[in-house]
């Protein structure tokens, strides 16, 4: 690392000669493979950003420049360059720092970033900011191809091009989304690569904005000409560079959509060293909707730009052929299309993660819910975990259980998620949303029918003096709770409450006769969740209520066993309180 | 009505010469403002849309053919050619349709439609459901130019462009948004209008669409030509037809934002007959930025395309110069912009209707909340009220009070909120929402500190065995309570709690002592609201707890009075509910 080594700020690059940046980006590369390797992460964005980013800071001045980067999976060489290089290659340093950008880090990091298409958007504030504070400087975006078709980035562009004033946007142009793209701005960004930028049909043009072409992203000295002509500039304009995502990496180069972000590997083999055995529902879900399509052409699976993330490998896409519409990251589209879908008879089902579902609140409750079109959205990594605070799945549930109309499930079993799926996608009068279970759990138990599953708990013990009530993914702690409890010799009554967009009001009444205290657990923030209702509606009765779920806070990166004793979502805890309040 | 008399379905107008149907279009248009000026409505858009709506129906087969209206406050003229002339001509049946789209009311409309930017997205479901299930009709989506700046519209036009089917897009260009435009997309519609659509920079062509121009859109013959041209292709294409706004209505043509949407008014005279006097908080937060922008350049305000509905007229905004940012109907934009001014240094003020707040759940979590930049949002009209299903203020708390990070403040006065308002913009620690009043109630009291209203609940009045708690809007309601239960010999506790994004959790300890119950108001639905959170704080306690507010359930133009009946939000309902718990 004879070059990294002396590299402590972005200045200390800036000596340097084309050659020996070249040898510094080799370096970067090594050092980012050895922090990936290690820790999982994103290869692919972060491999085929290097050049650029070094070309970047060798033009521009971080901090007075200010460079903010879109999902900010790319930001790894700027770590590198600004003071950061530990979090690369001191194995005891890797997990102290994120693979986001995060101001609490650094002065060269502007945004919390983790959610795509916003990088324009906060540019255009920090330019506004500049001009009216009288400031001299560049501010800078670099975005994506395949985060430019968010709407929130769309939205950005119109505005950015009628800022009237100094703003670079760097169009980062891999030809990959997270897998390929979709839509029609793609195909301009084709035609531009292929007239080298020279094609009069350009969007960006159209918008307003200057233009220009780097058809050699990965060439460190025509990036550096390229930021150089354009620094200081005083107006808005698209420079857009075409790169190869995982550069330098060959197993990344060639498998793009896999290398994309990977769990942690062998360098040399590029084989996983990290591997989940078993069943996931990713791959319960897709295999279940290839069968579902075979038999039925009605039935469309749609994503919006993370197939991979829930079992939809290419393979499988291929299966579902027509019947699966991949819409790019547009998860606003996907929603509003998925209701039109219902209503024009097809039988939809989006798959999106609860951090991703965030970002369709309005169409959620205006294209679907006030239509009451029969589309089933699948929400996938909903809970708590150990995530980063932009990708957490705790807000899902208090999000969208508050939008009337919608049919909120939670299974506890791989079968009774099949049994409502099934359902979901056969009925004609609910949209309906289903919090896909985190772990695999088989009950073989005969599954209910709909007008049970829809209005009715499941009162899976019948005991006295406390009711334990586990949604979802917490039925399994609501078992071992009154596990618990029986040994401190209460026996308690335990139900699965199936579903969380209303209550069971006469369950909830009846257990009034002979409980004193009713506990819910709910993986999810406890703030206008589910357990709340049910403190409302016991609230003019003498029955008491302990509401167990995440406090709403935003944690990073937190491992899950923590939250929990935080949270007191352990069987032991839990009882510790039962037993405070029934002496 | 020589010709409007024989209108009854679509198929009637299709044997009528284009003389006839120029007579047809003078009496639709006399039958529209008939309806609005009694009834209030939009009047510019569906003034300039009737020649259009007529040919589309001249020409395509209504229902086969699947006509989506972005927005649908352009639809009266659809209306009136489907079935429904007794909502302009009968004024006792005038209430019994909306001013939008609804497929309960007639088959040729396919959505409830009122927010902004969904149809392309809508009519690219009805779309690939038609080619799934292998159907051949047309599929026509109509958008203002307006509309198209939001996320979702663009979202829809990149994918349209790949749909590799029939679907026709007309883009209603009438050079306004509910105020001026503004964003780069307008500068392209603008070359298109002044080449007579031939340049080679064509945004709708660059993401792929064929495309025809129609100079004259207020031209029934030229529009006849164009769509029977443009019936049953097999791509996706854009109709862009250059209409007038306000057409045939002098006023309306005159000043189109003033006219786009109004009050009841005198045709002739063109002045309002319904008339709010008073002071409106929409004037009050206007002159209140004024002055504050005078003394701090650092203080911005941002819109997003709804400036008259808060006051913020052209002169007013005038006034603002620079420090006034209107971003178009993009409401993610403006949230993340605002944040990023924020981070930039300034003081961004972003004024939203409640409704329309919910296209920005993503935004105000991921943009803002997590980067906890200090930027004010003031939501308008929150509450409940008679408005249509599509523009309900009761969802805003819910969704914004359970994201973490955000402060969420609830005044009940007019000195209270703009103590508050000033407040958050002089300071940098917090995302700040302010739920703007209903009423401008004065209660020239000393106002608190903000250490006090952040934290502290202000105890108006001291009493025992009931409290009430009356958040913002329903302060009042608490307050006419209390006097109530005074009758009936009790002395309750009164409580201002002047925010609800977390609970006073020392005051409501306190309570414990000599209350046995709290009553919570809030002028929102109860599901995921603030009341809950205070169910779940004395869950556990002997303290119980009564929480009014409105039903999860999308009303529609329900009158208040009727729905505080139907909520039991009386205060002699309330009084009945509370004595039959404290005997």
Known sequence: MQYLNKINSPKDIKQLFTQELEGLSEEMRTAILNRVSHLGGHVGPNLGMVEAIIALHYVFESPKDKIVFDVSHQCYAHKLLTGRKEAFLDPSKFYEYSGYTNPAESEHDFFVVGHTSTSVSLA?????????????????????????????????????????????????????????????????????????????CNMFKALGFEYRYVAKGNDIEELIKTFKEVKDISRPIVVHIHTLKGKGYAFAEENKEQWHWNLPFDIKSGQNTLKFDGESYGDITAEYLISKVEKDKDVVVLMAGTPGAVGLYPERRAKLGENYIDVGIAEEHAVAMSSALAKGG?????????????????????????????????????????????????????????????????????????????????????????????????DNQPQPKAEEFLNRYEVANKGSKVAVLGLGNFFKLGQETVKLLAKEGISATLINPRFYNKLDEETLASLKENHQLVVTLEDCVLDGGWGEKIARFYGNSDVKVLCYGAKKEFVDRVPVEELYKRYRLKPEMIVEDILKIIK
């Not at 975990?385 to 259980?401: E, Q």
């Open 124 to 200: 255009c504030g920090l330019a506004k900011a500049r001009d009216l504070k009288k400031e001299k400087h560049n501010v800078i975006a670099v975005i994506g191809d395949g985060s430019l078709s968010g709407g929130e980035a769309l939205e950005g562009f119109s505005n950015a091009a009628v800022l009237g004033s100094n703003m670079i946007i760097v169009v980062n142009d891999n030809e990959m989304s997270i897998a390929e793209n979709h839509g029609g701005l793609y195909n301009n960004l084709r035609l531009l690569r292929e007239t080298n930028g020279e094609a009069e």
């Open 346 to 442: 097809c039988k939809p089902v989006y798959l999106v993660m609860s951090s991703f579902s965030q970002r369709t609140y309005d169409q959620l409750s205006q294209d679907l819910a006030i239509n009451n079109n029969p589309a089933v959205i699948l929400v996938f990594n909903g809970g708590i975990s150990g995530m980063d605070a932009t990708h957490l799945g705790c807000f899902d549930l208090p999000m969208m259980s508050n939008i009337p109309n919608l049919v909120c499930l939670s299974p506890t079993s791989k079968e009774e998620y099949l049994k409502m799926l099934d359902w979901g996608i056969e009925q004609k009068e609910y949209p309906v949303v289903i919090r896909v279970p985190r772990d695999v759990i088989s």
